[in-house]
């Protein structure tokens, strides 16, 4: 029976990860009586929503000048020294917890600093290939990873990812520690539906960025053409800067292809479901995105969604693999845009099957089997 | 009597082997052999080039060492208080460091860009002229905030435009009056380029570059990153994989570094596509002309380019071009020498790509041609008496 819970996130920002760490957490604490004490590597504007489960550590923004400040010199190993400083106090009172839940391939770094003798750990990996380059290879996360009683993967293709060798480029978990899970996903508030007007409204959602692929959207919205249908169509980008020049160089694509009238960047949303309730599609560009959480929310809301392999497992669970779209091809995914708008029906029946799809990854639902493979683990954890 | 040198100060962002640096050099190798110039370098940052701006006669000052007690601290700062205190810092410290460089008969900003700005704003002007040698296009200039742009463009004696394309964007979007604006396209070393490629031998440069005998290769150099946009290129492949799958095509990408960010998202495309055993990116190539004559075309995907080196050097090699008709490669390329599409039309591109892959004797004829091109008009020899008659211009009084 887990009582405590020593959770650890790469940061409090409103995405993927962070966003799925809370849910989880909420559900344990309301629903199992589960305290929860969460240690945050980065800020975000979640902090607050972590407070309200329990005591938080957060990265105090001194310790980030500091850190930033040593890594300028070029010395990246004193760098890391000043994070592993605070993170190794901060994470002192996982002695005390059940079990350590570490919620991100970035937030694994603080591993190693955990107190000897502790919990067993338990990690939900997000990410992909290419992120997992970026935090250092494969044969370091594998490395990080080396000691975890459970793994959670939100997708087939992280799951599969997680057992591959690293030779393969994978990260070497033992099958048997790897399970797959939904990330669970807060229902949206009921939204509705607005009728067919004489404009259709295609969104897409996430931070500005490469991976989110926002200038896939761009080149999408080119292919689509101004009009469908004798419809003319609007393209709304939802979601907030990567703190890079990537909202700069999205909105160059958007005046060098002559679409300023057409498509958009909204920037971050707090009504994001309204929003997508009121989407005629989601659109899914991502170059690397295992289960994008707003896919679930848009089909829940009615909308539906399409886009590229891998950031649409949700088509597969609603019965549609076909029209997943491999290797990035414009192309194709303008021609489902074109004929999902020329035909409201077909787009509202795909809505039903993967609002039918989501509904078994949302919170109430997934939580509980995902705890199940939790507690299971710390048992055969304790019994060596 | 030989006549006093004119002091010149050039003011650059770095010296790696991209555009406007290597315009630089071109200039400085110029200069020393046909005027009496004392050139003093000034750049943000250093590279490769700052041997050869010295080899060349010119003092060269690297103001952002890196290794000041102080310099770590706008890194710091930006993390914590924002970009505008960390502009603020780094202010600070250059003009600290560069108080007392004098700026002679002329300042020569070579680009516009943030750290050239900030380069000029450290430097007491002292009287001098000041000509800026503009290298970008909205790309390059949105860069910069667009209160400071205006500030420099109305305060500059004269501009130097890159290409037709620049001109145009500083006289329809920024308002500069025309008549003090000359252009003047890049420079290339035409004899230099094919000597490179010759020392190398097309046997070893295709070797390094992964092709075999049957290959056609496609090539493209500078740094793989969001203007130079190498995922249009390999979108092209992909088409061209899938449509023509008779054709045995490669990609090589010369330049950048394969672990930075653009280099680890070049390779990440690839894969995605599925043309990870297609694609071959040659990283920290010292000079990419050498590796030129291993190629079978040369492909500028390009968001924009003002008015692309690595064209002028890959047509100087003889080599077939095919690029987007974005920013000022129209004024270089036409069907004469390769072929031009509508920016951005993959399917356009892997169309224009495939022609050539499949006519050796065409590919032949349109490299002649480009290199006929650019020695005429383009060669060091022919370009920069042209550029630095404004510059002489201005510093006897006449501008």
Same mark, same amino acid.
């Given at each position: 029976?887990?009582?405590?819970?020593?959770?650890?996130?790469?940061?409090?920002?409103?995405?993927?990860?962070?966003?799925?760490?809370?849910?989880?957490?909420?559900?344990?604490?309301?629903?199992?009586?589960?305290?929860?004490?969460?240690?945050?590597?980065?800020?975000?504007?979640?902090?607050?929503?972590?407070?309200?489960?329990?005591?938080?550590?957060?990265?105090?923004?001194?310790?980030?000048?500091?850190?930033?400040?040593?890594?300028?010199?070029?010395?990246?190993?004193?760098?890391?020294?000043?994070?592993?400083?605070?993170?190794?106090?901060?994470?002192?009172?996982?002695?005390?917890?059940?079990?350590?839940?570490?919620?991100?391939?970035?937030?694994?770094?603080?591993?190693?600093?955990?107190?000897?003798?502790?919990?067993?750990?338990?990690?939900?990996?997000?990410?992909?290939?290419?992120?997992?380059?970026?935090?250092?290879?494969?044969?370091?996360?594998?490395?990080?990873?080396?000691?975890?009683?459970?793994?959670?993967?939100?997708?087939?293709?992280?799951?599969?990812?997680?057992?591959?060798?690293?030779?393969?480029?994978?990260?070497?978990?033992?099958?048997?520690?790897?399970?797959?899970?939904?990330?669970?996903?807060?229902?949206?508030?009921?939204? &509705?539906? /607005?009728? $067919?007007?004489?404009? #259709?409204?295609?969104? %897409?959602?996430?931070? !500005? =960025?490469? @991976?989110? +692929? *926002?200038?896939?959207?761009?080149?999408?919205?080119?292919?689509?053409?101004?009009?469908?249908?004798?419809?003319?169509?609007?393209?709304?980008?939802?979601?907030?800067?990567?703190?890079?020049?990537?909202?700069?160089?999205?909105?160059?694509?958007?005046?060098?292809?002559?679409?300023?009238?057409?498509?958009?960047?909204?920037?971050?949303?707090?009504?994001?479901?309204?929003?997508?309730?009121?989407?005629?599609?989601?659109?899914?560009?991502?170059?690397?995105? &295992?289960? /994008?959480? $707003?896919?679930?929310? #848009?089909?829940?809301? %009615?909308?539906?969604? !399409? =886009?590229? @392999?891998? +950031? *649409?497992?949700?088509?597969?669970?609603?019965?549609?693999?076909?029209?997943?779209?491999?290797?990035?091809?414009?192309?194709?995914?303008?021609?489902?845009?074109?004929?999902?708008?020329?035909?409201?029906?077909?787009?509202?029946?795909?809505?039903?099957?993967?609002?039918?799809?989501?509904?078994?990854?949302?919170?109430?639902?997934?939580?509980?089997?995902?705890?199940?493979?939790?507690?299971?683990?710390?048992?055969?954890?304790?019994?060596? | 009597?030989?006549?006093?040198?004119?002091?010149?100060?050039?003011?650059?962002?770095?010296?790696?082997?991209?555009?406007?640096?290597?315009?630089?050099?071109?200039?400085?190798?110029?200069?020393?052999?046909?005027?009496?110039?004392?050139?003093?370098?000034?750049?943000?940052?250093?590279?490769?080039?700052?041997?050869?701006?010295?080899?060349?006669?010119?003092?060269?000052?690297?103001?952002?060492?890196?290794?000041?007690?102080?310099?770590?601290?706008?890194?710091?700062?930006?993390?914590?208080?924002?970009?505008?205190?960390?502009?603020?810092?780094?202010?600070?410290?250059?003009?600290?460091?560069?108080?007392?460089?004098?700026?002679?008969?002329?300042?020569?900003?070579?680009?516009?860009?943030?750290?050239?700005?900030?380069?000029?704003?450290?430097?007491?002007?002292?009287?001098?002229?000041?000509?800026?040698?503009?290298?970008?296009?909205?790309?390059?200039?949105?860069?910069?905030?667009?209160?400071?742009?205006?500030?420099?463009?109305?305060?500059?004696?004269?501009?130097?435009?890159?290409?037709?394309?620049?001109?145009?964007?500083?006289?329809?979007?920024?308002?500069?009056?025309?008549?003090?604006?000359?252009?003047?396209?890049?420079?290339?070393?035409?004899?230099?380029?094919?000597?490179?490629?010759?020392?190398?031998?097309?046997?070893?440069?295709?070797?390094?570059?992964?092709?075999?005998?049957?290959?056609?290769?496609?090539?493209?150099?500078?740094?793989?990153?969001?203007?130079?946009?190498?995922?249009?290129?390999?979108?092209?492949?992909?088409?061209?994989?899938?449509?023509?799958?008779?054709?045995?095509?490669?990609?090589?990408?010369?330049?950048?570094?394969?672990?930075?960010?653009?280099?680890?998202?070049?390779?990440?495309?690839?894969?995605?596509?599925?043309?990870?055993?297609?694609?071959?990116?040659?990283?920290?190539?010292?000079?990419?002309?050498?590796?030129?004559?291993?190629?079978?075309?040369?492909?500028?995907?390009?968001?924009?380019?003002?008015?692309?080196?690595?064209?002028?050097?890959?047509?100087?090699?003889?080599?077939?071009?095919?690029?987007?008709?974005?920013?000022?490669?129209?004024?270089?390329?036409?069907?004469?020498?390769?072929?031009?599409?509508?920016?951005?039309?993959?399917?356009?591109?892997?169309?224009?790509?495939?022609?050539?892959?499949?006519?050796?004797?065409?590919?032949?004829?349109?490299?002649?041609?480009?290199?006929?091109?650019?020695?005429?008009?383009?060669?060091?020899?022919?370009?920069?008496?042209?550029?630095?008659?404004?510059?002489?211009?201005?510093?006897?009084?006449?501008?």
């Amino acid at each position: 029976m887990i009582r405590t819970v020593l959770a650890v996130g790469h940061d409090a920002s409103r995405t993927g990860a962070p966003a799925t760490l809370l849910s989880l957490m909420g559900w344990a604490h309301a629903e199992r009586d589960v305290a929860i004490d969460t240690v945050l590597l980065g800020a975000g504007p979640l902090v607050e929503e972590f407070r309200k489960l329990g005591p938080v550590r957060a990265q105090p923004p001194a310790l980030t000048f500091l850190q930033s400040a040593v890594a300028a010199t070029g010395a990246g190993r004193p760098a890391a020294m000043v994070e592993a400083t605070w993170l190794r106090r901060a994470l002192r009172p996982a002695v005390e917890a059940d079990v350590v839940f570490v919620s991100s391939a970035a937030a694994l770094r603080a591993v190693p600093l955990l107190p000897r003798g502790g919990p067993p750990v338990v990690a939900h990996v997000h990410e992909m290939d290419g992120v997992l380059s970026a935090l250092g290879g494969v044969e370091h996360m594998s490395g990080l990873l080396l000691g975890a009683a459970l793994v959670l993967a939100p997708s087939p293709e992280v799951a599969e990812l997680c057992a591959r060798p690293v030779v393969e480029g994978g990260l070497a978990v033992p099958s048997g520690r790897i399970r797959h899970h939904p990330a669970p996903v807060t229902p949206p508030a009921r939204h &509705p539906r /607005p009728p $067919v007007d004489d404009a #259709a409204l295609v969104v %897409g959602c996430g931070r !500005v =960025g490469w @991976r989110k +692929g *926002t200038d896939l959207f761009v080149a999408l919205a080119d292919a689509v053409g101004p009009t469908v249908g004798g419809r003319a169509v609007h393209w709304h980008w939802i979601g907030g800067d990567s703190g890079d020049r990537s909202r700069a160089d999205v909105l160059d694509e958007i005046r060098l292809r002559g679409l300023e009238g057409r498509v958009r960047l909204d920037g971050e949303s707090e009504d994001a479901p309204a929003r997508l309730a009121a989407a005629d599609l989601l659109v899914i560009t991502s170059r690397e995105d &295992p289960y /994008p959480l $707003v896919a679930a929310e #848009a089909a829940l809301t %009615g909308t539906p969604v !399409v =886009g590229f @392999r891998p +950031g *649409t497992t949700l088509l597969t669970e609603a019965g549609h693999p076909e029209r997943r779209v491999d290797h990035l091809d414009i192309d194709a995914l303008a021609r489902q845009v074109v004929e999902l708008l020329q035909h409201p029906s077909r787009g509202r029946l795909l809505a039903s099957e993967q609002a039918r799809a989501a509904a078994t990854a949302t919170t109430p639902l997934v939580a509980p089997a995902i705890w199940a493979d939790i507690e299971t683990a710390v048992r055969q954890a304790a019994a060596g | 009597m030989t006549p006093t040198p004119r002091q010149v100060l050039f003011l650059g962002h770095g010296a790696e082997r991209t555009g406007p640096p290597l315009h630089l050099a071109h200039l400085l190798g110029w200069l020393a052999r046909e005027r009496a110039v004392d050139a003093h370098v000034v750049v943000a940052r250093g590279g490769d080039l700052v041997d050869d701006y010295r080899r060349l006669g010119a003092q060269v000052t690297v103001a952002a060492r890196g290794r000041e007690p102080l310099d770590p601290l706008p890194a710091a700062i930006r993390r914590v208080a924002g970009p505008e205190s960390a502009r603020a810092a780094t202010s600070i410290l250059r003009r600290a460091r560069l108080v007392r460089t004098r700026p002679g008969d002329l300042i020569y900003l070579n680009a516009v860009s943030l750290p050239t700005l900030a380069l000029l704003d450290a430097i007491p002007r002292r009287g001098a002229r000041l000509l800026v040698h503009v290298h970008e296009l909205g790309i390059g200039l949105g860069s910069v905030p667009a209160d400071d742009l205006s500030r420099l463009l109305g305060t500059a004696d004269a501009l130097v435009a890159a290409s037709h394309a620049v001109a145009d964007e500083l006289e329809t979007v920024w308002s500069v009056d025309p008549r003090r604006l000359t252009v003047a396209h890049e420079l290339v070393d035409v004899g230099g380029v094919p000597r490179a490629a010759q020392a190398t031998g097309r046997a070893e440069a295709r070797r390094r570059l992964g092709a075999g005998p049957a290959t056609v290769l496609l090539g493209s150099v500078g740094l793989p990153d969001w203007r130079k946009a190498p995922e249009h290129l390999l979108g092209a492949l992909w088409r061209l994989r899938r449509d023509r799958p008779d054709l045995d095509l490669r990609v090589a990408w010369i330049g950048g570094d394969r672990r930075s960010v653009d280099g680890r998202r070049l390779a990440d495309e690839a894969r995605r596509l599925g043309l990870a055993d297609r694609v071959r990116h040659v990283d920290h190539v010292e000079d990419p002309a050498a590796l030129l004559g291993g190629l079978d075309v040369f492909v500028l995907p390009s968001r924009e380019d003002a008015f692309p080196l690595a064209v002028l050097e890959a047509a100087a090699a003889g080599l077939p071009v095919v690029s987007f008709a974005s920013g000022g490669v129209p004024e270089l390329v036409d069907s004469s020498l390769g072929r031009i599409v509508p920016y951005p039309d993959v399917v356009a591109l892997a169309a224009a790509i495939g022609e050539l892959a499949d006519d050796p004797a065409l590919r032949q004829q349109l490299g002649r041609a480009g290199a006929a091109r650019v020695a005429e008009r383009h060669d060091v020899a022919v370009g920069a008496p042209r550029t630095w008659a404004v510059a002489e211009s201005l510093m006897e009084g006449r501008a």
